[in-house]
């Protein structure tokens, strides 16, 4: 390159660097620096693009991330444009309890809240695509819910899920799954005086493709049981 060449392309505003850099905008408006062959990428696999929760839940947020070489530092969790929580090791996920500041103006109807996982590594960053999802009201039944109503399990994993007592008091609860036999609940027994009651869900080794679904009926007449159906991955 000629001098002359040089100095117009600096007075047009154009700057040649020497280096293999590659700056690209990621899905949510970040610069990632990182060579294709070193993106990191992250899909927010929960809540669902479109879903309605129902308000008494925790919102739980969680995503899938990887890297082709290197390490994640961690995964970050937005809602509303509000960083609520991370995660530094899989399985990548937060909760985000149904008083968080981050879901004020929840409404009835529409999809009313956003969310995004971003993944942190050394060099770069790189954002999932935005989730847009809602809050539904309490059920007009005295009843217990199962947060979430639908939980997804590695095989040789665990995973929590909440039951919330919506009755006449704060009754104890059994719990019984039917469906495969590698999906078992501990503890199966819950004793009276807790709203909330969080269990945990076991996938056994071999066992993925399973189905179940976990049942909670509470120790007081007039309350419907609530129940959650679980999938079992590779």
């Known amino acids: 390159m000629s001098a ?29 620096t990182a060579s294709p062959a070193t993106d990191p990428q992250v899909v927010l696999t929960s809540p669902t693009d ?31 444009n509000q960083l609520v929580g991370s995660d530094a090791s899989a ?40 989730v847009h999802f809602g809050q539904a009201p309490i059920p007009p039944a005295l009843m217990v819910i199962a947060c979430p109503s639908r939980a997804q399990v590695a095989e040789g994993s665990t995973t929590t899920m909440t039951f919330v007592t919506v009755c ?16 078992s609940v501990t503890p199966t027994v819950l004793p009276p005086g807790h709203r909330e009651n969080s269990v945990t869900v076991v996938a056994a080794p071999g066992s993925a493709g399973a189905t179940a679904r976990v049942t909670a009926r509470a120790d007081a007449a007039n309350c419907m049981p609530g129940s959650a159906s679980v999938t079992v991955g590779s």
């Open 4 to 32: 002359a060449t040089a100095l117009l392309l600096v007075t047009a505003g154009v700057v040649l660097t020497g280096g293999p850099a590659d700056a690209r905008t990621t899905p949510g408006g970040n610069i990632s």
């Open 50 to 80: 479109g879903s309605h929760l129902v308000s008494v839940c925790a919102v739980r947020l969680s995503a899938d991330a990887s890297v082709p070489s290197g390490t994640i530092d961690r995964v970050e969790f937005h809602l509303n």
């Open 91 to 130: 399985p990548y996920e937060t909760q985000v309890p149904p008083d968080h500041p981050a879901l004020r103006g929840s409404s009835a109807s529409g999809l009313r809240h956003t969310a995004y996982a971003r993944v942190v590594t050394p060099t770069a960053t790189a954002d999932s695509t935005l």
């Open 168 to 183: 006449l008091g704060t009754p104890g609860l059994n719990l019984t799954v039917t469906g495969d036999t590698g999906v």
